[in-house]
Nanobody
């Protein structure tokens, strides 16, 4: 059984920064792509950023230049550094990873950008 646990969400003012973390635990043999998705109220879940096992990255246009995804393969972890946050970034952020050839999701962490 594999679990993804996110942390680092919270309330931040516009222009502020947050760093999300996601750690995979359990019986982990192989981790391929890892990424972050988000879902705002009344909207569909959308891709924010993803990173391959070889560190190739891909970002949604709305976060390019503001967010940075990274991973630590030794820790089976993925991170999302979010800078210059905007109110429209408010959402529940979910960690996603392909572990042991299966897709796993975290439980989500709330990010609220408000003054």
């Amino acid at each position: 059984q594999v679990h993804l646990v996110e942390s680092g969400g919270g309330l931040v003012q516009p222009g502020g920064s947050l760093r999300l973390s996601c750690l995979a635990s359990g019986t982990v043999f192989r981790v391929n792509n890892m990424g972050w998705y988000r879902q705002a109220p009344g909207k569909e879940r959308e891709l924010v950023a993803r990173i391959s096992s070889s560190a190739y990255t891909d970002y949604a246009d709305s976060v390019k230049g503001r967010f940075t995804i990274s991973r630590d393969n030794a820790k089976n972890a993925v991170y999302l550094q979010m800078n210059s946050l905007k109110p429209e970034d408010t959402a529940v952020y979910y960690c996603n990873a392909v572990i042991n050839l299966q897709v796993s999701w975290g439980q989500g962490t709330q990010v609220t950008v408000s003054s």
